[in-house]
């Protein structure tokens, strides 16, 4: 009797630790966030996690931490689970990931998802330079400005949430904190409205409240077209033109200062060759 309990003792040993190990076979699954994963402070939002038919229980995971999140059954589609969040708040931001188990074992982990909130702090100030109305293939540098003291600031394009730059924030005479994004030569792709938040470096996924909306309008450039080259070699030339009088009015002052000095020099040596001659 104890060989056999002692028996199935070793064999629940070996067996329970499969059960909890990767089933190569099982899909990885999807997370991504509804509406979208940069959500204003107090709205609903839904982590979704996609995975297998053979799901039986989908759990999600927050940070580092090794204990569950949540956990949910599937739906009836059994393939997906949803983590529904009536009002999103500071504590819900984060990074999240999620994983399923069936009777072939548990999934690996789905990728890591992002879940920024805003709308915890005050917003900043979004410009542009030179204009909001610009011609393709030009520069131009937006520049995110608040007076509170945040580490970063990020610069968005709406609908385009891949389109985004962050910055380290400068500190400023004014005691002001800014970022300044730089687009070397602007495109038709940078057509929309953009926005600017700013967050503190210890707390990446809590974002200000946006900066009013800026809208960029790129039109057509006509900066290669040979009559506009021609255009800008001419009004060069005219440039040089206007100058060009005045540097010859200067030589001719010098030249004239010259043949002056000369012909006091001669008149001199004249002067004194009389007075030679005069005193023998």
Request: hydrophobic share 40%.
């Amino acid at each position: 009797m104890m060989a056999i309990l002692t028996g199935l003792l070793y064999l629940g040993l070996v067996v329970e630790p499969r059960t909890a190990v990767q089933a190569e076979h099982l899909p990885k699954p999807i997370i991504w966030a509804e509406p979208h994963s940069v959500i204003a402070l107090h709205t609903p939002v839904i982590i979704w996690c996609q995975g297998s038919y053979e799901a039986q229980e989908y759990r999600l995971y927050k940070g580092s931490s090794v204990d569950p999140w949540d956990t949910q059954f599937p739906l009836e589609t059994r393939n997906k689970a949803k983590f529904n969040t009536q009002y999103m708040t500071i504590a819900y931001a984060g990074i999240y990931k999620c994983y399923y188990k069936s009777d072939s074992g548990f999934s690996e982990h789905s990728d890591a998802m992002e879940l920024v909130v805003t709308g915890a702090y005050g917003n900043p100030s979004l410009s542009v330079w030179p204009s909001p109305e610009v011609t393709s293939g030009v520069f131009i540098a937006f520049t995110c400005s608040s007076h509170i003291g945040f580490g970063r600031h990020i610069l968005i394009q709406e609908r385009k949430y891949h389109l985004l730059w962050i910055l380290d924030s400068q500190y400023q005479d004014n005691h002001s904190f800014q970022a300044t994004f730089v687009v070397d030569a602007v495109t038709h792709k940078h057509n929309g409205t953009f926005r600017c938040y700013g967050f503190f470096k210890n707390k990446p996924q809590v974002w200000s409240n946006s900066s009013d909306p800026l809208d960029l309008m790129v039109s057509d450039t006509k900066e290669n077209s040979p009559t506009h080259t021609e255009d800008v070699k001419l009004h060069l030339h005219e440039q040089i033109l206007m100058k060009t009088p005045s540097l010859h009015h200067q030589g001719h002052t010098v030249e004239n200062l010259i043949r002056m000095l000369l012909a006091a020099l001669v008149l001199v040596t004249i002067v004194m060759l009389l007075l030679e001659a005069w005193t023998f």
